[in-house]
């Protein structure tokens, strides 16, 4: 008999949070991650639903909460295969193709704090506000009243390597930290995947 390992719905949350890298999600990023995830995440992300994912993640010690010194842009899932020759499998290059969206995600790898890895324009201006959330418990709609996009989800760097690796890699294995930005990339990527000459060429000049 075929047994399929089915995730948990908060463990596929966090999954998502993770594989934001250390730049964060926003709220509404997430709802959006989580309703295109594969597979499908199985929950109705209603306002009561997205309410209970809150109050879990909140209640959550892996997660960070982040208050940014301006609105995180809004970010917007380009489907790549659509340029996919279905015949050939090569990707095809329009001649008249829209321009580039602004990059949500600049790199700026953080160097020199012990036990980070990753890229994060804002790593040294944005606010942790975790303690005053979680003590205040506020609520979805408060959150979303009070910060707005402002506020960022971020994993764990425990939780945000082993979304990377997999449940097979192997956690002691350290990456350099250039390594361990394009590793990010590609995670953040999730199914899509990166073409190694945008990585090259534009992302990782």
Partial sequence: ?????????LDAVLDEVALEGLDGISIQTLWLRLRSRQPELGLNLDPLS??????????TAEIRFYLLPENRRAVTLHDRFVEVDRDTG???????????PLEVY???????????????????ERVDVS???????LTLEQVQSRWGER?????S?????RALIGAEGNPELKLPDLCYCILERLGRARWQGELQRDLHTRIFR
């Fill in 157 to 161: 760097q425990e939780r945000r390597y």
């Fill in 1 to 9: 008999m075929m047994m399929m390992m089915m995730m948990d719905p």
């Fill in 50 to 59: 997205q309410q209970f994912i809150w109050s879990c993640l909140i209640r």
């Fill in 106 to 124: 600049p790199v700026s790898v953080v160097t020199g704090v012990a036990g980070v890895q990753g890229s994060c324009r804002l790593f040294r």
């Fill in 151 to 155: 506020l960022v989800l971020v994993a």
């Fill in 90 to 100: 090569i990707q095809e290059l329009r001649e008249l193709r829209e321009a580039e």
């Fill in 131 to 137: 303690e005053q959330t979680r003590s205040a418990e």
